[in-house]
């Protein structure tokens, strides 16, 4: 019976220390100026490990060029830009509206890929200048690390 309770003891504290490796970790500042074509759309992939949790995109736009100085700015899954991209109905996990400036903390809801699209489409004359700041959050399991395996450890934003 004691050996039972010193490998019951023994497994609990490991889930806890695996439990508790998870590390909030926070992404270097990404800073992207992209001009965007009058009646044209710009896309950033946005590549999320497996292995991330309560993840967040955080950042800010500011935009100029034409009488409003404005664009949309959009957060899909990849799926959902196949539908976009074709003209058909699709879901955002974010929209800005319309707006020359905005702070954003979207939440992501599960690791995959994502595409941050900068859509101009609605003017017909005026290009627009987009100037974006994008980092990103979110836990990770930190035993992959100390253990040496470090694939999939980073997101990527593929412009």
Known sequence: MKNILNKFFIISIVSVIFYSCEQEVKTKTFYYSILVKAGYAKNMTIIIPKDFKDIHLIGNFITEGGSGNDIYVYLMSEEEYLNYANGHNYNVIYSSGKAT??????????????????????????????????????KANIIKKILGDERNVNPNIVY
């Open 101 to 138: 400036t905005k702070s954003f903390n979207i939440p992501i809801p599960n690791p995959g890929n994502y595409i941050l699209v900068l859509d101009n489409k609605f003017s017909l004359f005026s290009d627009k200048l987009v100037r974006i700041s994008l980092e990103m959050t979110y």
